[in-house]
């Protein structure tokens, strides 16, 4: 009769102890969650979502979010600038119709574009010694503006700094003193499908591997122009009407490609001056007062 209750009770323990053991699993399985999801914990990863809570950085040092935002101007900020500074790496902004006196300091990775085309959007300088937008960050896209207003002598509509793997496209930039200005050391960057027009300088480029392609240049002082600069690739622009050069390359702009781009109704069509190793071929030239310089 003990030995049966001595039995039972034991039972009755080991359950107890099995039940206890179970309990201590399952709290101590949620306590990794209640962790992750604090954010100050480095590189915390949310296991239900798979969701980076800090930031992440690319190869070139620059913060970005896995789960990037969409951004509207004017809807979340009034100004293109305030949504540039309250964007977090790899963010997209589009900008409603309107119109915008701004100077845009790009400085992170970013796309920046129109909701509905340049037509309807148009960003210009706030004063005319300064550029429209100013990029100064790698991998960053601007397409579907008007840009105008940089009249100062080497200010732009749209001015590249010192960065790499920019895409600037579908804009219009007129009535300022360079409307896409690639300075020294802005490489391996696209200029597509743009219209530069009333510029002195449509397209001015002091950098290496970049490519400009589908533009049309028209009605400048000088159309596109190459200082210093090597092996880039100009191809399918039209390049017309513009008072002294449709395309220039001068100062050691060597090692380029020009072909296919239509060059007309200028006083020069093609000008090279100390330049060398040039590939210029396929290129359509009619009614300049000089084909090649």
Not at 6 to 24: E, G, H, M, P, Q
Not at 36 to 54: E, Q
């Amino acid at each position: 009769m003990r030995e049966g209750v001595k039995k039972t009770r034991d039972n009755i323990l080991l359950k107890i102890l099995a039940v206890s053991f179970v309990l201590l699993m399952v709290v101590s399985c949620a306590m990794p969650s209640i962790a992750v999801d604090n954010p100050s914990s480095n590189n915390a990863l949310n296991p239900l979502n798979n969701v980076l809570l800090s930031e992440n950085i690319t190869a070139n040092n620059t913060p970005f979010s896995l789960s990037s935002a969409t951004i509207y101007v004017p809807d979340n900020y009034l100004k293109i600038q305030w949504a540039v500074n309250n964007a977090s790496a790899g963010d997209t902004i589009i900008v409603r119709d309107g119109i915008y006196t701004e100077h845009v300091i790009v400085n992170k990775r970013l796309t920046i574009q129109s909701e509905n085309g340049s037509d309807k959007t148009i960003v210009q300088a706030a004063i005319s010694i300064d550029h429209v937008f100013d990029v100064r960050a790698d991998y960053v896209n601007i397409s579907g503006f008007t840009v105008k207003g940089a009249t100062g002598r080497e200010y732009a509509g749209i001015y590249i700094r010192y960065v790499v793997y920019c895409n600037i496209s579908n804009n219009n930039a007129t009535d300022n003193y360079v409307g896409n200005f690639l300075p020294t050391h802005s490489n391996n960057n696209v200029i597509m499908n743009n219209n530069a027009s009333y510029n002195e300088f449509g397209i001015y480029c002091s950098s290496s591997n970049n490519n400009i392609t589908n533009n049309d240049v028209s009605n400048n002082v000088c159309g596109i122009g190459l200082s210093s600069s090597s092996n880039n690739i100009i191809t399918n622009n039209d390049v017309s009407n513009n008072l002294v050069v449709g395309i220039g390359l001068t100062s050691s702009s060597d090692n380029n490609i020009v072909t296919n781009n239509t060059a007309s109704s200028n006083k020069e069509g093609f000008y090279l001056y100390d330049s060398s190793n040039n590939t210029i071929t396929n290129n359509m030239m009619s009614g300049n007062d000089y084909n090649f310089c």
